[in-house]
């Protein structure tokens, strides 16, 4: 997408990888690469004779990929003039949470006082009938057409719902507390205005689908292992250890890495390493893992973009990560993606990525990389109220135990490697705790039962090449447990579950 300049931001590659090896890449192309190494601002750059403009906007290194803003024509002139570089543009990738329910038109609210009437709902928990500040409330007049209002409570825990009347029948009302809470649908609910409605709190102590298939893991399980979460950063968190880390956004600083104001990597990172103690704290599926947290999406940004999250895997590869858990997608196939995924995978890494969260579509990118461990979402009946939203994700097909079934929203298809338990799970988020659903739940989920698999094992002090990575995956595929829900919807299952 062009700027107000009229550049456009593109990742410059060697032909292979995310660096130039002397047996893929021609001098020339070395050469161009180095001498944009330290470029600063915008500069001419000569391309087979041609003087070009270049923006060298950041740098794997002399030989790695850069991160360029080119104008059109510049761009043909570097694809011409040095056709054995790439020159891609780049694409960006969101977190593969499960979304809230939103509604897409406004009830049509007539003239007058109609247009002005509006229901105020409470939303308080039912632990004493405290407000619950916010609070994202969805009242859907029709959940078919998506029609109705919303909006988010306020310090008393009310919201106003531009309906245009001053009581109504509600097709469904959806409330997402901001944590420390379950979300709440409710299904043909008459509502008036002033009254309250009431939200559950979090039992720290509550069996959720991940503590369900995998319990309170001891202190030491998973040591040995270094687990990268590639995310929005990690916030500090009593029931949390970060080992270090670092931030890749452009333009920020390296040592920022803790969580950009979404909470979403905060969450991951729980899921696999928390290390509280129920029911005071949460603990995740590998407590012992040295956890490293690498952020790329920008301070209060929902997306990320190619380049930052090669360069985290790039790092996570040069700070020796075992496992590198990414929860996110939904990008177009990109070969800077596929050169950093496949890179790791070559210097003894694996990448265990998020399915996507477009119910039952496709394997998004970069899980359905070939190099790539994809994971699917199940969940499990009773691990969650029966008025929560998760209530929502519960489908066909169903496991063995029918308990078990594959989340209405999961992607799946023959990419899928393994499945992780992503329906109403409670994790860290700063300053408290929350219960999230989505592919981005089952990653971790599954990262850190792949953790469990390998630690103290052969593998872990084998030396960091390819092989090594591939006696990473043959061990994490062979703990896996069928649920017996098909392989095209759970991959092999369930990694270390007894």
């Not at 920022?256 to 029911?279: C, Y």
Request: hydrophobic share 45%; aromatic share 4%; glycine share 12%.
């Amino acid at each position: 997408m062009a700027n107000a300049t009229g550049t456009a931001q593109y990742v410059l590659l060697p032909p292979q990888g995310l660096r130039a090896k002397a047996a893929t890449t021609s001098p020339e192309a070395v050469e161009l690469l180095r001498a944009t190494h330290d470029m600063a601002g915008t500069q001419m750059v000569s391309i087979d004779g041609r003087d070009t403009a270049m923006r060298v906007v950041d740098s794997l290194g002399p030989d790695g990929a850069k991160l360029v803003e080119l104008s059109p024509d510049a761009a043909l002139s570097v694809r011409a003039g040095r056709p054995d570089l790439r020159l891609v543009p780049v694409v960006y990738y969101t977190p593969a949470v499960l979304a809230p329910e939103q509604i897409e038109t406004a009830v049509s609210r007539g003239k007058g006082a109609a247009a002005a009437a509006a229901i105020t709902i409470q939303v308080v928990s039912k632990n004493g009938a405290k407000p619950v500040a916010d609070a994202f409330v969805v009242a859907f007049v029709d959940y078919k057409a998506r029609t109705g209002a919303q909006g988010i409570t306020g310090a008393d825990g009310k919201v106003d719902l531009a309906l245009g009347t001053a009581s109504i029948t509600l097709d469904r009302l959806y409330i997402y507390p901001l944590d420390s809470h379950w979300s709440l649908v409710k299904k043909k609910l008459a509502v008036t205005t002033g009254m309250s409605v009431t939200v559950t709190p979090l039992d720290l102590g509550f069996t959720d689908g991940l503590r369900h298939f995998y319990g309170n893991a001891a202190d030491d399980v998973g040591a040995g292992v270094t687990v990268g979460v590639v995310d929005t950063g990690v916030s500090a968190h009593p029931d949390l250890v970060i080992a270090g880390g670092a931030n890749t956004v452009p333009g920020e600083n390296r040592n920022d890495f803790g969580d950009n104001g979404k909470a979403h990597g905060t969450h991951v990172a729980g899921i696999i390493a928390a290390r509280g103690h129920p029911p005071t704290g949460l603990r995740g599926v590998a407590p012992g893992v040295s956890l490293r947290a690498y952020r790329v999406f920008a301070k209060g940004s929902g997306q990320a973009s190619s380049f930052a999250i090669a360069k985290a895997i790039d790092v996570a590869i040069a700070e020796k990560c075992d496992l590198i858990n990414m929860s996110l997608g939904g990008g177009g196939v990109d070969p800077v993606l596929k050169a950093a995924v496949d890179d790791a995978r070559a210097a003894g890494s694996v990448c265990i990525i998020a399915s996507g969260n477009n119910d039952r579509a496709p394997v998004s990118f970069p899980a359905s990389e070939g190099m790539a461990l994809a994971v699917s979402a199940v969940g499990r009946k009773g691990t969650f109220p029966t008025s929560a939203a998760a209530a929502d994700e519960v489908a066909a097909p169903y496991g063995t135990d029918k308990k078990n079934f594959v989340a209405a929203f999961s992607n799946v298809g023959p990419e899928i490697d393994l499945t992780g338990p992503g329906v109403g799970i409670m994790s860290t988020v700063p300053g408290s705790y929350a219960e999230i659903s989505g592919t981005s739940m089952a990653c971790p989920a599954a990262t850190g039962a792949a953790a469990r698999a390998i630690a103290g094992t052969a593998v872990i002090k084998a030396k960091r090449n390819a092989r090594r990575s591939e006696a990473i995956v043959k061990a994490v595929l062979a703990s896996a447990t069928l649920l017996g829900v098909g392989p095209t919807f759970e991959g092999l299952g369930l990694p270390d579950h007894k």
